[in-house]
């Protein structure tokens, strides 16, 4: 799962693909929340074996997606993506939420 801030602006992924494309790729973002499906025009480099992917989205706090990022017909990468304005390494899936006892 890849943590994302909410932006309005470009956004870099990094991942270890299952290859490495020789062509264009397409970034397919799919929100678990509204069931929409998203295709931002995307760039890639590949930087000491991993892959970086770029493209520009705007992410609301809290969202969650599918991220599917092919080349023709191949998948190259596939996994989902949370929202968050909180550290990575802070994340509490309840924080901000109080239980009664």
């Known amino acids: 799962m890849k ?12 991942i270890i693909p299952r290859f490495y494309p020789t062509t264009a790729v397409v970034v397919s973002l799919f929100n678990e ?3 929409v499906t998203t295709t931002p025009a995307a760039t890639y480099a590949i930087l ?9 989205q705007t992410f ?14 191949n998948v190259v990468y596939r996994g989902k993506t949370i929202t968050t304005s909180q550290e990575p390494q802070d994340f509490k899936l309840t924080e901000g939420l109080y239980y009664y006892e």
């Open 3 to 14: 943590v994302i801030t909410p932006t309005t602006g470009n956004t870099d992924i990094t």
């Open 33 to 35: 929340a509204s069931q």
């Open 48 to 56: 000491n074996g991993e892959m970086v992917v770029s493209f520009t």
């Open 60 to 73: 609301v706090d809290k969202d969650k997606h599918q991220i599917k990022i092919t080349e023709g017909t």
